[in-house]
C-alpha cells in the first residue's frame, strides 16, 4: 500500500536520495529565484471575482473591504492568484500534502488533546497534494510582505525569508536521518520551543513569548462563550453582531427560519456520523439551542459559515461549534492527486494527515441548502486554546525568529506527508535553495502590490463593490 506523497514503492534511503538530487534537473534550485510574467499573465481581479460568484452576495463586498485594507490582507485573501501563478511554472515533482495557504498568520498556538500547547499550522481550507515548495513560498512571500507593512529595509526583509527556508531545509535533513514513527510524533511544544530558541532571543521577545503563551492559555471555549453569547429570558442564545454574527433568527423570519434551522441540524446531525464512535458518544450529551451565520477571515469571507451554541449539563456547560462550507481547493485546477467526494472530507483528511494535532470534534457533513444546492462542510470547535500571531507588532528580529519557527513546523508538516529523505537532498547542504527563495519572495512580494493596486483600481471604476467594517 502507498500513500499519496510517499515513496511509490520501497526504495533504499540512497535510492530515494538519488530521486530528489535528479528532481534538479527538471527544476534547478537557483531557478526558483525566477518569477516570469509576460504580458498574457491573468487578471487577478478576475480570479477574485469568480471566486465571489459562489459566495453569499450580501457578503462579498466585505471581503473586498478587508482585502484593500492593506497589501498583506489582499495577499491572505489571494491564494487563488497565487495558486495560478505557481501553477503555471516548472516545479519540482517531489510531492507532499499542502497546506494551500502557508502564509504567517496560517501558523500559531494550538491546544493537542492532551491539553498541551503546540505551534502549528492551522488553516486547511486549500490543502491538497502538491509540490512541496509550493508551501514554501508562499510562506516565504507572506514574510517579506509583512516586512514590508512594518517598514523594513530590503536587507531585513531578506533576513527573515532566508532564516524560514534555511530552518525549513536543515530540518528537512533532520527528518531524513529519523525513523518514520519518529517524524510521525515529532511535535513543537511550546515550552520546548521557549528553551531551545531562549539564547537566540531578547529580552523583550521572551517576555512578549511567554505573554502570548499565557494568553493563548486563556482562549477557551469558555472564553468565547462570553464573548460571543448572551443569557436571554430563552436562556443563553449567541449574540447578534451583525453583519459579522447575525443570529438565524434575526436572518430570517417565520417557517423560512425554521427551515434553515432544520438545514443547520441537518449539517450536525450528517457531520456526528464522521466522528469516531466515542466522541459521537460526547457529542450526544449536548443540545443545540441556537445558531447564527459568522463571518471569518479574509479570503474565506462570502463562504457560508455558521456557528452554533450547544449546552451540556446547563447554561454554564457549554460547546461552540463551527460549520464551515468547504469549497473546491484553490490548488485543484493546478495540481494531480486524490480527489474527495466531499471537499469537507478533503479539508479534514488534510488537516489529519500535516497537523500534529487536531480538534478532537473536527468532521464532516454536506447538506441541501434551501436553494437546492449541495454544499460541503467541515465541522470544528469555534475555539480552544489558540494564539494568533501580530506581524505588525513584530520588530526585525521578532519577525525573524517567528518565520524560522514557521520554517521548522512547515518542515515537519511536509515531512509527515511526502519524502524526506528526496525533498533533503534535493534542498542540498547549501544555501543555494534559501538565496532563490529570497529573490522569489521579494519579486512576488512586487506582484502582490500590482494585484492589491489593481483591486483597488477595480473599486474605484465601480466593477467590484467594498463594504469595510
Not at 106 to 111: C, D, E, I, M, S
Not at 291 to 310: D, N, P
Not at 402 to 429: E, K, N, T, W
Amino acid at each position: 500500500m502507498t500513500v499519496t506523497g510517499s515513496p511509490s514503492s520501497f526504495l533504499s534511503p540512497a535510492e530515494r536520495a538519488a530521486g530528489g538530487r535528479n528532481a534538479r534537473r527538471r527544476s534547478p534550485r537557483s531557478s526558483h529565484g525566477r518569477l516570469e510574467a509576460g504580458p498574457g499573465r491573468f487578471d487577478p481581479v478576475e480570479v477574485v471575482e469568480r471566486q465571489s460568484a459562489t459566495r453569499v452576495p450580501e457578503l462579498v463586498p466585505i471581503r473586498y473591504g478587508r482585502m484593500l485594507e492593506s497589501p498583506f490582507r489582499f495577499y491572505r485573501g489571494a491564494a487563488a492568484i497565487m495558486a495560478a501563478d505557481l501553477g503555471s511554472a516548472p516545479d519540482t515533482g517531489l510531492r507532499v500534502q499542502l497546506c494551500g495557504d502557508a502564509h504567517l498568520l496560517n501558523f500559531r498556538l494550538l491546544a493537542s488533546p492532551e491539553r498541551h500547547l503546540v505551534f502549528d499550522i492551522n488553516d486547511f481550507d486549500e490543502t491538497l497534494a502538491g509540490p512541496f515548495e509550493w508551501d514554501v513560498k508562499r510562506l516565504a512571500a507572506s514574510i517579506a510582505i509583512a516586512g514590508r507593512a512594518n517598514g523594513f529595509g530590503t536587507a531585513e526583509q531578506d533576513d527573515a525569508v532566508a532564516t524560514c527556508v534555511r530552518a525549513y531545509r536543515r530540518r528537512m535533513r533532520e527528518f531524513a536521518g529519523m525513523r518514520v514513527l519518529d517524524i510521525w510524533y515529532a511535535q513543537d511544544d511550546a515550552d520546548r520551543l521557549q528553551e531551545l530558541m531562549a539564547a537566540s532571543m531578547t529580552k523583550e521577545a521572551r517576555r512578549r513569548t511567554a505573554q502570548a503563551t499565557a494568553k493563548a492559555r486563556t482562549r477557551t471555549h469558555l472564553q468565547a462563550l462570553a464573548k460571543l453569547t448572551a443569557v436571554t429570558d430563552e436562556g443563553r442564545r449567541i449574540a447578534p453582531d451583525p453583519p459579522l454574527i447575525t443570529p438565524l433568527r434575526d436572518l430570517l423570519a417565520g417557517s423560512s427560519a425554521q427551515d434553515q434551522e432544520k438545514e443547520v441540524r441537518g449539517v450536525l446531525e450528517g457531520y456526528a456520523r464522521s466522528l469516531s464512535s466515542e466522541r459521537r458518544h460526547l457529542l450526544r450529551h449536548y443540545r443545540m439551542v441556537d445558531v447564527a451565520r459568522k463571518v471569518v477571515g479574509v479570503g474565506s469571507v462570502g463562504t457560508r459559515c455558521w456557528i452554533a451554541l450547544l449546552l451540556g449539563r446547563d447554561d454554564d456547560d457549554p460547546l461552540l461549534l463551527q460549520a464551515k462550507e468547504a469549497q473546491e481547493s484553490v490548488l485543484a485546477a493546478h495540481t494531480e492527486g486524490i480527489r474527495y467526494d466531499n471537499e469537507g472530507r478533503r479539508v479534514v483528511a488534510g488537516q489529519r494527515l500535516i497537523q500534529t494535532t487536531s480538534d478532537i470534534l473536527l468532521g464532516w457533513t454536506h447538506a441541501v441548502g434551501l436553494d437546492g444546492r449541495e454544499r460541503d462542510f467541515y465541522v470544528r470547535q469555534l475555539r480552544d486554546w489558540k494564539g494568533i500571531a501580530r506581524p505588525e507588532t513584530m520588530d526585525p528580529g521578532l519577525l525573524r525568529l517567528f518565520a524560522r519557527l514557521c520554517g521548522a513546523s512547515l518542515a515537519r508538516a511536509h515531512a509527515r506527508s511526502g519524502d524526506p529523505v528526496a525533498i533533503a537532498a534535493y534542498l542540498g547542504g547549501s544555501d543555494r535553495f534559501d538565496r532563490a527563495l529570497t529573490g522569489f519572495a521579494q519579486g512576488y512580494a512586487d506582484r502582490n502590490q500590482r494585484d492589491f493596486e489593481a483591486l483597488g483600481a477595480a473599486a474605484s471604476s465601480g466593477r467590484i463593490r467594498t463594504a469595510v467594517l
